[in-house]
């Protein structure tokens, strides 16, 4: 990744990212980049780059850090101990069923089955 560095001599003003740094991105994020879409990639990521760059040069001091963008608060009831669904009304739309279970496909092997 080729760098100018920027006004605040921190951060770089321009990024140029080149096909080897695309590469390794893709490799780290396990993505299948081809040939077609790696120049077009390369130039997105350093627009996003520069883009960081700006947000850098913004004043914060003063500025709290945020986890959320909301005040979101956690609207979940307590945790208390209930009585639940009686097992035939729970089984009712079962379309099979063992018992008290729902009957379902199997869909994982153990090690004996192969």
């Known amino acids: 990744m080729n760098r100018e560095k920027g006004k605040t001599g921190s951060f770089p003003r321009r990024v140029k990212v080149d096909a080897a740094e695309v590469d390794r991105i893709a490799d780290l994020a396990r993505l299948d980049i081809d040939q077609e879409h790696k120049a077009r990639t390369a130039e997105d ?10 947000l850098e040069e913004l004043d ?3 500025v709290e850090p945020l986890h ?3 005040d979101l608060r956690n609207v979940l009831r307590d ?6 669904l ?17 009957l379902v496909p199997k869909v994982i092997e153990g090690k004996d089955e192969g």
């Open 68 to 70: 959320h963008v909301l």
């Open 79 to 84: 945790d208390e101990p209930r009585s639940s």
């Open 86 to 102: 009686p097992v035939e009304k729970a089984m009712m739309n079962a379309p099979a069923r063992k018992g008290d279970f729902f």
């Open 45 to 54: 990521l350093g627009r996003i780059v520069e883009y960081i760059g700006q």
């Open 60 to 62: 914060t001091e003063g």
